[in-house]
């Protein structure tokens, strides 16, 4: 009965540490290119406007 509650603890830990390095990993992330293009398309159209 322990070993079972140990081993469902265990499982869940690590699976809240895969997404937890998950994230850190994305936020140190640099933008991509497409990201970048796909932000620039609606400053360069208010720009324009007067």
């Given at each position: 009965?322990?070993?079972?509650?140990?081993?469902?603890?265990?499982?869940?830990m690590s699976l809240f540490?895969?997404?937890f390095a998950i994230l850190v990993a994305?936020?140190?992330r640099p933008p991509r290119s497409?990201?970048?293009a796909s932000s620039?398309?609606?400053g360069c159209v208010n720009h324009f406007r007067p």
């Amino acid at each position: 009965m322990l070993v079972r509650r140990f081993t469902i603890v265990c499982l869940l830990m690590s699976l809240f540490g895969m997404l937890f390095a998950i994230l850190v990993a994305e936020a140190g992330r640099p933008p991509r290119s497409w990201d970048q293009a796909s932000s620039c398309r609606f400053g360069c159209v208010n720009h324009f406007r007067p």
